[in-house]
C-alpha cells in the first residue's frame, strides 16, 4: 500500500521540482556577454586576443555610375518610337523620331526667303554700279567744264549745276551701296534661319548620346512632347550595369570617420545572404536636413560583372573606418562597470580586473571598437585574465 501511494506521488513531486527550478531560473542563469562566465557575484569576461574592425553604418541606393538622360530640344509628335526597356543601344543610334513635315514645310520657306533676298542683293548692287557709273560722269563733266571756264568760255552758273549733278550722283552711290549692305545683312539672317531649321529637323530624331541600356522610357508613339520651357525626358540610359554605385546616406555623427579609399561592403533585400563590397569615391560637402536629422552622401564604387544589383535598390552599407589586428580587446561592458564602493578616479577609462578573489582597477588607453568588443592596451594586460562586466542579478536586487 505505502509504495502504491509513492507511485502515485512520485509525478506530482517531479512537477514540483520543476515548477521550483523554472522560478529559480532568473537567479541561476543571465545571458550577459560573449564569453562571460559567473562568479560569486560578478559576470566575467576574458580579456581576449584578437581583430577588431570599426564601421559605420547607413542606408543608401543603388544606381548606374553612368546614367544619362535623354530629352527632346524641339516640340512635336512623336512619330516613332525605337527602342524598348533593357535594349543595349550604341551611340548615334535612333531612339525616336519626331513629326518632321511641318520642319521640312519651314526648310522650303526659308530656302525661298533665302533667294529672294540673294535677288534683292543682285538689284541693289545692279543699282550701285549704274549710280557709280552716274558719278564718274558728272565728274567727267564738271572737269570738262572747268577747264572750258578757265579759258574763258561757258558761264559759272553751268559750273555749278554741274557740282550740283555731282553730289546727287554721289549720294545715289552711297545710298545704293547702304542697300547692299542691308541685303547681305538680309541673306545673313536668312541663311541662319536656314541653319536653325535644319538643325531643328535633325533634332526631331532623337539619338543615343552614349552607349547603354535602356532603363526607362517616358514616351509613346503618337504622344506630344513640349519642349518650351524644359526638354522633357523621354529615356533613361544607363552607361553599363557592370559598374555601379551607391549614394549612402551617412549621420553627421559618423561623416568624420568616413574617408576616401575606404573599403565598405553591403547588403540588398534582394540577396540577403551575399556581400557586395565597394570602394569609397566622394564624399559630398552638402548637407542633407530631414526632421532635423543632417546627413551627407557618400559615394561608394561597387563592380556589378553578373548585373545582379539594379538601379534603385535600398543598400544597407557597412564602412570599414578602421581595423586592427592582433590586438587586446574586452567587452564593451567592461569599461561601464564601477564597484559600489569604488572611489576611483573616473576621468579616465579603466577595466577592473579580478584575481585572487580580489578586484584591482587597471587604467587603459582604448582603439577601435566594433560595437561590441574595444581594443583596450596597458603594460600588465595580457590574454586571458579576467574582467568584471556586471553584477550578477541577484547581487543587484
Known sequence: MMSERFRFKRPALILGVLALLLAMAPLLWNPGTDGASQSAHYWLARIERGDLTSQVEATGTLEPVGLV???????????????????????????????????????????????????????????????????????????????LRKRGLGSESVVDQARTELR????????????????????????????????????????????????????????????????????????????????????????????????????????????????????????????????????????????????????SVHLITAQRHDVLKVPMAALRFRPEDSDEDETRPRIWVKAGGKLRAVPVNLGISDGRWIEVSAPDLKPGQTVVIGYLESDSE
Do not use: C
Open 69 to 147: 538622360e535623354v530629352g527632346s530640344q524641339i516640340s512635336g509628335q512623336v512619330a516613332q518610337v525605337a527602342v524598348d526597356y533593357n535594349d543595349p543601344v550604341r551611340q548615334g543610334q535612333v531612339l525616336a523620331r519626331l513629326d518632321a513635315s511641318k520642319l521640312e514645310a519651314q526648310i522650303q520657306e526659308a530656302q525661298a526667303l533665302l533667294e529672294r533676298a540673294r535677288g534683292e542683293k543682285a538689284a541693289a548692287l545692279a543699282e550701285w554700279h549704274r549710280s557709280q557709273a552716274e558719278a564718274e560722269n558728272a565728274a567727267a563733266q564738271l572737269r570738262r567744264l572747268e577747264a
Open 168 to 315: 546727287i550722283a554721289r549720294a545715289k552711290v552711297d545710298g545704293s551701296a547702304a542697300r547692299v549692305r542691308i541685303a547681305e545683312a538680309e541673306i545673313q539672317r536668312r541663311q541662319a534661319m536656314l541653319r536653325q531649321r535644319q538643325i531643328d529637323l535633325q533634332r526631331s530624331v532623337i539619338r543615343a548620346p552614349v552607349d547603354g541600356i535602356v532603363i526607362e522610357r517616358n514616351v509613346e508613339p503618337g504622344q506630344t512632347v513640349a519642349a518650351s520651357l524644359q526638354a522633357p525626358t523621354l529615356f533613361t540610359l544607363a552607361g553599363d550595369l557592370r559598374a555601379m554605385r551607391v549614394i549612402a546616406a551617412v549621420d553627421e555623427a559618423d561623416i568624420g570617420k568616413v574617408k576616401e579609399g575606404q573599403t565598405a561592403w553591403f547588403t540588398v533585400d534582394a540577396f540577403p545572404n551575399r556581400r557586395f563590397s565597394g570602394i569609397v569615391t566622394q564624399i559630398r560637402k552638402a548637407p542633407h536636413n530631414q526632421q532635423n536629422v543632417v546627413t551627407y552622401e557618400v559615394i561608394i564604387d561597387a563592380p556589378n560583372p553578373d548585373r545582379r544589383l539594379l538601379p534603385g535598390m535600398t543598400a
